[in-house]
């Protein structure tokens, strides 16, 4: 994929194919963007909604994409699968 990537805190990626999301440069507007979530599994499909409709919105506001071409790709990792420091999720 080409295109800019960015980690936003410990597990938010945001990325596009057609520019840098933080290019507030006039008349550039995004084609796609991908934002995608890191999290550890277990939050409820409400939970996903709400998360999914709050970053789209913020997508919006802050880039000038339009909404019907921003996606957002949830991603549930099991703790077993992540680790911080050395040690996994699952141990602490």
Not at 38 to 65: C, F, P, W
Request: no cysteine.
């Amino acid at each position: 994929m080409s295109g800019a990537a960015h980690i936003i805190g410990p597990a938010l990626l945001l990325q596009s194919d057609e520019y840098h999301l933080y290019n507030k440069s006039p008349g550039v507007v995004p084609d796609m963007p991908s934002i995608h979530v890191y999290m550890h599994e277990g939050r409820t499909v409400e939970q996903k909604k709400g998360l999914a409709e709050d970053i789209t919105a913020a997508i919006v506001k802050n880039t000038g994409a339009p909404a019907e071409a921003t996606e957002v790709i949830i991603h549930d990792v099991p703790r077993t699968n992540w680790a911080v420091a050395g040690k996994l999720a699952s141990e602490s």
